[in-house]
């Protein structure tokens, strides 16, 4: 009996709890971005109505690409007519956010990504032109040279957004890839 009392007493005893696990990567190790200045926000709000447009060509180009595979013309048609349209409501936006995005806001290798951003911003507004013109009669071609260009704003825009601390999203716009 003494034997059975002694097991239960011993299994009542409370266990010292277990050190809490180390973390390698403090929290107070990797210090939060500065809030940005109101000409810094003024410069994202550009970039953000300029993304507005890109989004739009970005659909464009991805109805000429699904409608090059269905080998359809009349849907090619359509699709680049339809490119055409975007590419000019697309300009519109990167217009209108283009004019609030003053790279002086930032300081040295910010700076440098966001004068890189800007010169994209900028190949993409002179080339819109050239989309209106050329997506209805070559639509793959157009789409081709216009996401070449989008690829490269989409590079610009990734390393600005880490250099100010921003946490870069994935593209919503791409498609998975189907097996």
Same mark, same amino acid.
């Given at each position: 009996?003494?034997?059975?009392?002694?097991?239960?007493?011993?299994?009542?005893?409370?266990?010292?709890?277990?050190?809490?696990?180390?973390?390698?990567?403090?929290?107070?190790?990797?210090?939060?971005?500065?809030?940005?200045?109101?000409?810094?926000?003024?410069?994202?709000? /550009?970039?953000?109505?300029?993304? =507005? +447009?890109?989004? %739009? $060509?970005?659909?464009? &180009?991805?109805?000429? @690409?699904?409608?090059?595979?269905?080998?359809?013309?009349?849907?090619?048609?359509?699709?680049?007519?339809?490119?055409?349209?975007?590419?000019?409501? /697309?300009?519109?936006?990167?217009? =209108? +956010?283009?004019? %609030? $995005?003053?790279?002086? &806001?930032?300081?040295? @290798?910010?700076?440098?990504?966001?004068?890189?951003?800007?010169?994209?911003?900028?190949?993409?507004?002179?080339?819109?032109?050239?989309?209106?013109?050329?997506?209805?009669?070559?639509?793959?071609?157009?789409?081709?040279?216009?996401?070449?260009?989008?690829?490269?704003?989409?590079?610009?825009?990734?390393?600005?957004?880490?250099?100010?601390?921003?946490?870069?999203?994935?593209?919503?716009?791409?498609?998975?890839?189907?097996?």
């Amino acid at each position: 009996m003494m034997w059975i009392a002694a097991t239960v007493l011993g299994a009542q005893e409370p266990v010292p709890p277990a050190p809490p696990p180390v973390d390698s990567a403090r929290a107070e190790s990797v210090p939060p971005p500065p809030p940005p200045s109101p000409e810094q926000k003024k410069f994202l709000l /550009g970039l953000r109505t300029a993304s =507005r +447009g890109i989004a %739009q $060509m970005k659909d464009g &180009v991805s109805r000429v @690409t699904r409608a090059q595979g269905t080998h359809d013309s009349v849907m090619q048609r359509r699709a680049g007519r339809f490119l055409a349209g975007l590419c000019g409501s /697309g300009r519109a936006f990167l217009k =209108r +956010g283009r004019p %609030q $995005m003053n790279v002086t &806001v930032y300081e040295d @290798t910010v700076r440098l990504k966001a004068k890189r951003l800007v010169t994209q911003i900028d190949s993409l507004i002179a080339y819109t032109p050239t989309c209106e013109d050329s997506a209805a009669a070559t639509p793959a071609a157009t789409a081709v040279a216009l996401d070449k260009r989008m690829k490269t704003y989409d590079a610009a825009r990734r390393d600005f957004l880490i250099a100010i601390g921003q946490p870069v999203k994935e593209d919503s716009t791409k498609q998975d890839k189907r097996r």
